[in-house]
């Protein structure tokens, strides 16, 4: 069954912090996404990715740097934490033609 | 700039009774519009997906209709379940292909009271 599985769910860490995002699908998809959504927002695109070790930026990339280490994972890193980086996270993963993206169920992360 | 917006932003109607959700944007190109849900804490799930100049789709009690001269997409859903409490988001992909930009609403939560 096609998956997008995000870890960890939750997270809580300092401003100043080192944070890992992980994504991995399992669509053989070639496309990922990362994505935050804010209150009053829509989801906004932080980075994105056709493939393995290819990375494009998205609308909102500062603070943020992502790796794509294989086809199935997809990694977002914020080295330095600020709480403006409180959000909802999502990762989701697409293949080339009109289907529907795939998303996972989210990461909370809270800087305090 | 908000390209996409939703109306209203929160809805509150009893189990049994229709509802329509609005969507204006002004994104261009506009290949395709897309309804997704999103319960509360989890990720969004696609309803519908809309192509043509003037479209039309259904799918259960939920069915959507698309004016790409308006710019104006509906999500209408019939006899409303507790289930259907969620957030309903409207995105505009600008390509037909993972290429484009998908360009999203802020949604409009939806409640089903008993």
């Known amino acids: 069954e096609a998956a997008v599985t995000q870890s960890p769910r939750n997270k809580v860490t300092v401003t100043g912090g080192n944070v890992t995002l992980s994504c991995r699908q399992t669509n053989s998809h070639n496309y990922m996404y990362w994505y935050r959504q804010d209150t009053g927002h829509g989801l906004r695109l932080i980075h994105y990715s056709y493939g393995a070790g290819n990375l494009q930026i998205g609308d909102v990339p500062d603070g943020y740097k992502a790796t794509r280490t294989t086809q199935e994972d997809f990694f977002l890193l914020l080295e330095l934490a600020s709480p403006s980086q409180t959000s909802l996270y999502f990762c989701?993963?697409?293949?080339?033609?009109?289907?529907?993206?795939?998303f996972g169920e989210g990461t909370r992360l809270s800087v305090l | 700039k908000t390209q996409v917006e939703q109306s209203p932003q929160s809805l509150v109607v009893r189990q049994g009774e229709n509802c329509v959700l609005q969507c204006n944007y002004s994104v261009t190109p506009d290949n395709h519009l897309r309804w997704f849900k999103q319960d509360t804490g989890k990720g969004l799930v696609s309803l519908t997906v809309?192509?043509?100049?003037?479209d039309k789709t259904s799918n259960g009690r939920y069915s959507a209709t698309l004016d790409k001269d308006a710019k104006h997409s509906t999500l209408h859903i019939t006899a409303t379940l507790l289930d259907d409490t969620a957030t309903y988001i409207c995105v505009v992909g600008d390509r037909g292909s993972a290429l484009g930009r998908l360009h999203f609403g802020a949604g409009t939560q939806l409640i089903v009271i008993p």
């Open positions: 989701a993963s697409k293949d080339y033609n009109n289907q529907a993206p795939l």
């Open positions: 809309l192509v043509d100049q003037k």
